[in-house]
């Protein structure tokens, strides 16, 4: 079981695609460790496009949590 997420450098909007069996929490944090962005990707959801407009140029970490528990953790890029 998979998670990618596409483009990476993104701009504005990210594709989550992923062949877990739940739904996913996507929280994105910024290299401080703070916490800037969260997204639920419902059950059944294989592939979400995700509106990341608001973020600001620069590298995150996304951690992807499903039934409490981290599944991944992913880095990503925003250009601006």
């Known amino acids: ?11 504005d909007r990210l594709t989550v695609r992923h062949s877990k069996d739940g739904s996913l929490i996507m929280n994105i944090y910024d290299l401080s ?8 990707i419902p059950l059944g959801k294989m592939e979400m496009n995700i509106d990341i407009s608001s973020l600001n140029g620069g590298h995150y970490f996304v951690k992807f ?10 880095k990503l890029s925003v250009s601006r």
């Open 33 to 40: 460790g703070r916490f800037v962005y969260q997204q639920t």
């Open 1 to 11: 079981t998979s998670i990618s997420m596409l483009p990476n450098p993104a701009r």
């Open 65 to 74: 949590i499903m039934n409490g528990k981290t599944v991944s953790i992913n």
